[in-house]
């Protein structure tokens, strides 16, 4: 009797899909996938739909509504193992630029009849609601490293994403450094790798899509880019991107509000 | 060895066509973007002529000279180190064969590097990954290979860098270790030339073929003012008298939590350090797990990951890992290697995002050394 494959389902909450279209975008491995996990739920895929419990659940997106604040609740208790991808998941995403107002303003700008929309003041990470056992980081996140997550699962191993920052990716790459060749303010000192030091290979600083890596020195980097003639406000911007609401780039954009 | 001859600008060439033939890989520096990168090279044109650099804490930038110099300028961001302990290398595959897996190895190739224009500290960080890699009991196969037939054309420093402290670890300026040939670049104002020291004998028979001139007292003694000169002008210096002492004994000093607030953990000193060599080891499988691999690379102290054993992280704050890595580069080196772990090369000062200076990190140690302080 073949054995019985386990179970994955791809769920989706506020985010822009960018992250479950790295599990579509695994071209050369979704054939080998599909021989070793039954695709049970990926609405982006494929409209079938078979019944929980879940093995693997990988949850992408922020908690925003009342309703996905219950719907979340609901896919733990039927998932044995539950990855968050990606940088809403993890951090609340872009979205949670709204945390930093008042959200009820931007619905009365923004909606003609604000009377429909029923969101909640923050977007929060899917940690911050239910047990998470792993976090895949990244916006959107590395097709490699959800392979190697999946990978990991499957052959019950410890998936290899180091939480060090993108430096090490950097140098290994021989990457000349953009800060210190070019005075170009960087993130990638406090952030997390994941990306293959993506922006640093185009010449470009680094944009901090991976959210903070391992103790991150956000205020000793705020002081480099003040001497590199960055204003309070310019850092304020920097560290409120994608993973503005991860709590040491909160603390440090905080830091710089004028 | 025969007294030094002279090469002119223009025979280098020949030089490098001779590596060539010989089978050698000439890697040598040139530009790359924004910088004087290790790469390789085929001829003296695609070293950085006219341009230098310039260096200082957190600072880089590569600027024209008003000469012609092929080697005006100081180090490069990476060391050569990436050719011979390379940052990511696979050491085997395994296949599964029923309950069993299959141990494939990584066959191994010799490079055959010749390395154009490597300075002095630098031939000592070489010599002392050497002692880490393939003269202890355990070797390192990959290194190994990659040293077997290395050929080196050092460069005798004709400037010191705004980093540079190479005199106060005696690491140069001027080439005091194994080389197989040493260049002194001297640029005078009709004339572009070489003073050519011959190290080995291989270097000799490459050497020979080259029709080198004898070089004149006169410009032998012009070299010798070059390289002196150089020695006068160190970036930085570095007080080693009883360092090993100093450090060791001041391992609550105050001032590992002061660098801890500015330092970033991100690793880059030791990333370009030409003598770090720590790595780490990645397996992993494909989504079938009929397929492993085992992976090498370069890891730092500065990761987490590094000291975490079970139960937890031995060293879980930066103040711990930036004591771990200057008291085992300056101090525990000494034990464990008979040497320091520095060449005093100023990558880690240069490279450092936030400017972090080692030396002067030493100078505020001994500045308020608790043990003297005490004993006062």
Known sequence: MAKKKPKLAVWKFASCDGCQLSLLDCEDELLALAEEIEIANFPEASRAFIKGPYDLSLVEGSITTPHDAERIHKIRRSSKFLVTIGACATAGGIQALRNFKDVNEFISIVYANPSYIDTLQKSTAIADHVRVDFELRGCPINKAQLLEVISAYLNKRKPVTPAHSVCMDCKRKGIVCVMVSKGDPCLGPVTHAGCDALCPSYNRGCFGCYGPKEIPNTSALSKEFKRLGKTNEEIKLAFRSFNGYAEPFRKESEAHEE | MDKPSVIDKEDLNKLIAKLNQQGYKTIGPTIRGEAIVYDRISSIEDLPEGWTDEQGPGHYRIKKRNDKALFGFNVSPHSWK?????????????????????????????????????????????????????????????????????????????????????????????????????????????????????????????????????????????????????????????????????????????????????????????????????????????????????????????????????????????????????????????????????????????WCPVGIDLTEEVAAIRKSDKTKIDNI
């Open chain 2, 82 to 350: 990436q050719f011979l302990h390379p940052p990511e290398k696979k050491l085997w595959t395994a296949e599964k064969n029923g309950s069993s897996f299959k141990i494939i190895p990584e066959e191994l190739e010799n490079p055959k590097f010749a390395f154009i224009g490597v300075r002095s500290c630098e031939l000592h960080a070489i010599a002392i990954q050497d002692k880490v890699f393939i003269q202890g009991p355990h070797i390192d196969s990959v290194y190994q290979i990659n040293r077997k037939d290395l050929f080196t054309v050092a460069v005798n420093c004709g400037q010191a860098g705004g980093t540079c402290f190479c005199v106060s670890m005696q690491t140069g300026p001027k080439v005091n270790s194994e080389f197989d040939l040493a260049l002194t670049e001297v640029l005078e104002k009709d004339k572009h030339y070489f003073v050519v020291e011959t190290g080995s004998d291989r270097a000799q028979s490459i050497i020979e073929n080259l029709d080198l001139r004898t070089a004149e007292n006169q410009e032998l003694k012009i070299a010798e003012e070059i390289i002196d000169n150089t020695a006068q002008n160190m970036g930085r210096f570095l007080d080693t008298e009883g360092i090993k002492e100093t450090l060791f004994e001041n391992l609550e000093h105050p001032r590992w939590e002061e660098v801890a607030n500015r330092c970033l953990s991100c690793a880059n000193c030791t990333m370009a350090c030409p003598t770090c060599f720590c790595s780490t080891v990645e397996d992993v499988t494909d989504i079938t797990g009929d397929h492993a691999e085992r992976w090498q690379k370069w890891d730092s102290c500065f990761t987490m990951d590094f000291t975490y054993i079970h139960g937890g992280h031995v060293r879980n704050s930066t103040k711990s890992q930036y004591r771990q890595w200057m008291t085992h580069k300056l101090a525990s080196w000494i034990d464990q290697f008979d040497s320091s772990g520095c060449v005093g090369c100023g990558r880690c000062i240069t």
